[in-house]
T-cell receptor, first 117, second 113 residues
Framework: NAGVTQTPKFRILKIGQSMTLQCTQD?????MYWYRQDPGMGLKLIYY???????DKGEVPNGYNVSRSTTEDFPLRLELAAPSQTSVYFC????????????????FGAGTRLSVL | DQQVKQNSPSLSVQEGRISILNCDYT??????FLWYKKYPAEGPTFLIS?????DKNEDGRFTVFLNKSAKHLSLHIVPSQPGDSAVYFC????????????FGTGTRLQVTL
């Protein structure tokens, strides 16, 4: 059981380039999330999805886009990379609904370390 | 506006002793609290949680205490082991916000021999 898989693990971009961070989960979770973590800071929510075809903005969505065409995949797109987007990006998933008490335990991928130079 | 605060960036504890990690929050709508543990180059992993209707939850060496009136929670690790050395994040869920979590900035715990 792989859980949440993120690719790539590392990437260096030039200013203005674009890229897609991939995230896939094999736990049949309905909710998925993208966070970024800057040095010395907590995780900040970029975008989240409550199911295939449904996405919404989090706390820091500017400069990013997402899509959710399947339950398993939740890619994050950077269109015009800027130095301020240098960060570690984490994807997470959780199952919401069903048994009482199964409350929002999010499972995280290993992260993508992105540098924009 | 930091709604979840971990005021101690780091903590050093001897092996076998108790580790106490603290977390304060400001939003009275938070109804569920979680602790995550993170090793370098890995994603956070869930450790323990507590609902706002309880004041204590225990799982093996880990106990979380919640003081709602003080808007404070703490994680106790007894006894501390070298493998517990990691960054610990406190997180809180806001009622009715699609299960989004707000994270603290983390506390780096080092357990020394």
């Amino acid at each position: 059981n792989a859980g949440v898989t993120q690719t790539p693990k590392f990437r260096i971009l030039k200013i203005g380039q674009s890229m897609t961070l991939q995230c896939t989960q094999d736990m049949n979770h309905n909710y998925m999330y993208w966070y970024r973590q800057d040095p010395g800071m907590g995780l900040k929510l970029i975008y989240y999805s409550v199911g295939a075809g449904i996405t919404d903005k989090g706390e820091v969505p500017n400069g990013y886009n997402v899509s959710r065409s399947t339950t398993e995949d939740f890619p994050l797109r950077l269109e015009l990379a800027a130095p301020s987007q240098t960060s570690v990006y984490f994807c997470a998933s959780s199952y919401e609904g069903g048994l009482a008490g199964a409350k929002n335990i999010q499972y995280f991928g290993a992260g993508t370390r992105l540098s924009v130079l | 506006d930091q709604q979840v605060k971990q005021n101690s960036p780091s903590l050093s504890v001897q092996e076998g002793r108790i580790s106490i990690l603290n977390c304060d929050y400001t939003n009275s709508m938070f109804d569920y609290f979680l602790w995550y543990k993170k090793y370098p180059a890995e994603g956070p992993t869930f450790l323990i949680s507590i609902s706002s209707i309880k004041d204590k939850n225990e799982d093996g060496r880990f106990t979380v205490f919640l003081n709602k009136s003080a808007k404070h929670l703490s994680l106790h690790i007894v006894p501390s082991q070298p493998g517990d050395s990691a960054v610990y994040f406190c997180a809180a869920r806001n009622t009715g916000t699609a299960s989004k979590l707000t994270f603290g900035t983390g506390t780096r715990l080092q357990v020394t021999l």
